[in-house]
């Protein structure tokens, strides 16, 4: 996979939740800012640019295993998206062995789901989460 023209590899990739490396097998998270066009009388291009609020999300694949491990640490009668403020650390390290740091903070899953299918045989989930801030390269 290449990132700005450097190469990672999946295996340079590890993700933390709460401290714990935990069994992902693909995470993407992003930052959306609310971006509109300003218009004039007697213009037909925009006049300005007018940003708003930034808003994070993303989503977290992970394994029945881990999916079991995180229900086991919560309350009973609880489920995923009852956990908040969470953290998640992605650390991935480059060919030149640079590494580097995202962090994801306040974030929670919005969806706590299971499916189990002929189709899925690693039993592998993508939970939506919503995130509080992202700070890349940290």
């Known amino acids: 996979m290449a990132i700005n023209g450097k ?3 999946y295996e340079s990739i590890e993700i933390t939740l709460n401290g714990k490396l935990i069994e992902a097998t693909s995470i993407n998270y992003s930052i959306k800012r609310d971006v509109q066009q300003k218009y004039v009388l007697g213009r037909s291009k925009p006049a300005a640019i007018i940003k ?3 808003s994070y999300d993303g ?4 394994t ?3 999916i079991i ?3 086991k640490a919560i309350p009973k009668r609880s489920d995923l998206t009852d956990i ?3 953290t998640i650390i992605v650390k991935y390290q480059d060919e030149d062995n ?3 740091v995202d962090r994801l903070t306040g974030c929670c899953f919005s969806e706590h789901k299971k499916e189990f299918k002929s189709e899925n045989p690693h039993f592998e989930y993508t ?3 919503t995130i509080g801030d992202i700070s890349y390269q940290d």
């Open 69 to 71: 491990r995180l229900q």
């Open 64 to 66: 029945h295993n881990e």
């Open 7 to 9: 190469e990672y590899s």
């Open 127 to 129: 939970l939506p989460i």
């Open 59 to 62: 989503e977290l694949m992970i």
């Open 98 to 100: 640079i590494i580097y």
């Open 84 to 86: 908040s403020d969470m």
């Open 52 to 54: 708003g609020s930034k």
